[in-house]
């Protein structure tokens, strides 16, 4: 009988070079390497390391100073931020901060069984574990296991792993530290974090190098910002793409969409984005429309555009073989797609029929891809939803002897598969760039792997319309976004299944807080647009969705702030607050943050009072003013219409005027200043299309409000906003005798609303939502001007 398992060894050969220490063991290779001073990368191989390249690790190792010693037992290499040492008799490592506090520890050497490598840590006391993405489950993974390869899961149960999407990286908190592991390998990998077991958490791969990144932060944030500094960040999508957006499955024939466009403007419903999903191909294949349900789809698009209405498509990446067809032909002539072993073309069922696949971890695939576009982007298509690319085929059994040429280093399906869904899209990405360079594009996905944030919006796949999806999906979000994926969302209402009028007006209540915000429903569900619901549920919609373009100024700045630093739009409670027990529990899990400032409380459909953890500070109920001492549990009443929304004290949140769209600028800002702490805003602007703010075209100015002062800095870039009037209105404090820039300002009262009350439906009903309001709040106005500006009082 063989060797059950294998283990490092003995170390007995190391070298040092260029800030970087490789070691081996005659069994085993190991190489470490700082590629910032609080980020380390670990390399470990049965085989000489061969330095791979990277799908998802875009940034280089800085110069950064280090130190080694060694004797007889212990090598240490240290930064100045980390001290790390590996032991020499069996290659365990084990890292501390610059007091001597134990970060992290290996439990057992690393080990390998076969192909597959496993590393093993100590699970240290009170040791919290978040992230991973798209996994569903509790905030805190503790006690759970996942698995990290990419699926295709219809209706998926709310215990379902894995899922759509990879993102191989997890935030530890314990004793006030926090550090994050980041395993930057695309084979099948595997994170225990305490399930069946009390001794380690663990990580594995299936095969390859266990190549992963430790990275250690002083905040999550932190962590969070080291690791998309790693995996990149995203781009400025383009404004429109933050609007609402309405998609069914699906809507035909064109007339369908003209009556879908005239009703919500003629209802007054704010809206973006109208989609069409696959029963506008001919035979369901990519590339085509179909000639009797969208016979002129040019005048289509051109027609709703002049409405304020994008087009999206979705774009599978299956090609119908069939001869006589552009793209297989062209495909077949150019040897883009994937291969069995001995050369011929793998074909796959998929709604198309018997189908080939591109293999996009190819450049000459990619380029393929790139030119067939302009299909869609010369008939005005703006929107490019790239669906079933896991990849997913039916019986879900893609054979793993398929290969791929994985951008020259040749590999099979175990290795690329959770890659495929990204290369896609950044295929679609790049070639909308290459053929609209005046345009950001608009990319949504379904699959894809760290580093995905670069190219591509994600949403959650194919839930289903109940409350427990409601509140999943919530946590997925939240859960993306401390793995750098920002700009994701679920499909509200659900898609699998028919909402009920209650659950689709708690699903829009809370999707309208969050990055990406459309509703979508399967086919042969009942019709799922706002007006389907009842005059109730029209109102409430018509209310949420208003208010988040209303917030569309505190949204974009928001976005700016992640493609800058990678900090996410949505933050669960562990961002600000990950030493709190509370942040933890079942009941306030699902709470988040929009930026730092406004905090979300979703609930059930069927629940109208809720339990409400309110963190350390001071708190504005965001619809009333009422004010709230923090560092305590409050039971808070929540009829549909009433989503609990709370305000941090210091928070400043601009927002606009009411528009339809968001085509047209608003010439009027208005600043939402809470008193009782100090706040800021990094308030932003740009064109909101191209891609000129790279070049300096936009407008930032840092805003900063402390007692008595609200002070603006001078706008930085070259962007002339089209803001004319700036308001200020106060809550919390009623200032008086108020000078800008040493001139007396004019203040006045006004009372606010942020939604309209509900007009009565049941006429013995006294509650309607009147009392969402605050009255008399010192207000001020004045003409906008880019230079500093100081009011004090």
């Keep these: 009988m063989g060797k059950i398992s294998e283990t490092f060894g003995h170390i007995n050969q190391i070298s040092v070079k260029d800030d970087c220490v490789r070691y081996n063991s005659g069994n085993a290779y190991g190489q470490l390497t700082y590629y910032r001073s609080s980020v380390l990368n670990v390399v470990l191989s049965k085989d000489e390391i061969n330095n791979k390249h990277s799908y998802a690790v875009i940034s280089s190792p800085e110069n950064v100073h280090t130190s080694y010693t060694k004797d007889d037992q212990v090598l240490k290499f240290n930064s100045d931020k980390l001290k790390?040492?590996?032991?020499?008799?069996?290659?365990k490592i084990a890292i501390f901060d610059l007091q001597d506090k134990l970060i992290s520890k290996d439990g057992l050497a690393v080990r390998w069984l076969g192909t597959e490598v496993v590393v093993s840590k100590e699970l240290l006391e009170g040791e919290k574990f978040v992230g991973l993405g798209e996994k569903t489950g509790p905030l805190n993974r503790r006690g759970n296991a996942y698995v990290n390869w990419n699926t295709d899961k219809f209706g998926y149960a709310i215990d379902q792993d894995p899922l759509y999407l990879s993102t191989p990286f997890y935030i530890g908190i314990h004793n006030g530290m926090f550090y994050g592991v980041f395993v930057d390998n695309s084979y099948k990998t595997v994170f225990n974090f305490g399930a069946s077991t009390?001794?380690?958490?663990?990580?594995?791969?299936?095969?390859?190098?266990?190549?992963?990144?430790?990275?250690?932060g002083d905040t999550v944030a932190e962590v969070i910002q080291h690791y998309t500094w790693l995996t990149g960040r995203m781009k400025m999508p383009p404004l429109w793409s933050l609007g609402f957006q309405q998609c069914r499955y699906s809507y035909y024939p064109d007339d369908e969409i003209y009556q879908l466009a005239q009703t919500f403007r003629a209802k007054q419903i704010p809206c973006d984005v109208l989609y069409l999903d696959i029963h506008y191909m001919d035979a369901y294949k990519s590339f085509t429309f179909d000639k009797e349900r969208f016979p002129f789809p040019m005048q289509m698009i051109s027609d709703i555009r002049k409405s304020g209405f994008k087009t999206a498509v979705i774009l599978d990446p299956g090609i119908k073989v069939e001869d006589g067809y552009g793209p297989y032909d062209s495909g077949i002539k150019k040897d883009v797609f994937l291969k069995y072993p001995d050369g011929e073309n793998y074909i796959g069922e998929v709604w198309s029929g018997r189908s080939h696949f591109p293999d996009f971890t190819s450049n000459n695939a990619r380029e393929w891809w790139k030119n067939l576009l302009p299909f869609y982007s010369d008939l005005g298509v703006k929107g490019f939803w790239n669906d079933m690319n896991e990849p997913a085929v039916w019986g879900q059994c893609i054979p793993n002897f398929i290969e791929f040429d994985f951008d020259g280093d040749k590999t099979t399906h175990r290795e690329a598969r959770n890659v495929y869904g990204m290369q896609m899209a950044r295929a679609t990405a790049e070639g909308l760039i290459e053929n609209q360079p005046g345009e950001r594009p608009f990319v949504l996905t379904r699959a894809g792997f760290s580093g995905i944030q670069r190219f591509s919006a994600v949403w959650t796949g194919d839930n289903i319309s109940s409350d427990e999806h409601l509140l999943a999906g919530v946590r997925l979000v939240n859960s993306l976004g401390l793995t750098g994926v920002s700009f994701c969302g679920n499909d509200a209402g659900g898609f699998a299944g028919d909402a009920s009028p209650e659950l689709y007006a708690r699903w829009i209540t809370i999707a309208a807080f969050q990055p990406f915000f459309r509703a979508h429903t399967v086919v042969n569900s009942r019709d799922a647009e706002p007006w389907c619901f009842g005059e109730l549920v029209e109102q409430i919609a018509r209310n949420y969705i208003g208010l988040r373009y209303k917030l569309m100024p505190l949204i974009y700045s928001l976005f700016r702030e992640s493609a800058v630093t990678g900090i996410p739009v949505n933050r669960s409670l562990v961002f600000d607050f990950p030493l709190d027990e509370n942040t933890y529990q079942e009941k306030f899990q699902n709470q988040f943050f929009l930026g730092n400032h406004l905090m979300i409380c979703p609930l059930e459909s069927t629940k109208e009072f809720v339990k409400v953890w309110l963190p350390k500070g001071n708190w504005f109920c965001f619809w009333t003013g009422e004010l709230f001492e923090g560092n305590k549990e409050i039971i808070f009443e929540a009829p549909l219409w009433k989503l609990p929304v709370f305000v941090?004290?210091?928070?400043?949140?601009?927002?606009?005027?009411?528009?339809?769209?968001?085509?047209?600028?608003?010439?009027?800002l208005t600043l939402h200043v809470y008193a009782k702490a100090n706040g800021y805003i990094q308030f932003y602007e740009d064109d909101g299309i191209t891609h000129d703010y790279e070049r300096g075209v936009y407008s930032l100015r840092k805003i900063m409000y402390s007692d008595g002062c609200l002070h603006f800095s001078k706008s930085i870039g070259d962007y002339q906003s089209s803001i004319r009037v700036i308001k200020i209105v106060f809550h919390g404090i009623n200032p008086a005798n108020v000078t800008l820039n040493g001139i007396d300002c004019k203040v006045y009262t006004m009372n606010n609303r942020f939604v309209e009350p509900i007009e009565s439906i049941d006429i013995f009903s006294t509650q309607n939502g009147q009392e969402m309001k605050e009255e008399d709040l010192s207000c001020l106005e004045f003409e906008y001007v880019a230079d500093e500006i100081k009011l004090r009082w």
């Design 198 to 216: 009390e001794r380690f958490s663990w990580f594995s791969a299936e095969d390859g190098e266990m190549n992963y990144y430790f990275i250690h």
């Design 648 to 668: 941090k004290a210091g928070a400043i949140i601009p927002t606009q005027k009411l528009c339809q769209n968001l085509d047209k600028k608003s010439d009027e």
């Design 84 to 91: 790390v040492e590996l032991n020499i008799e069996n290659g």
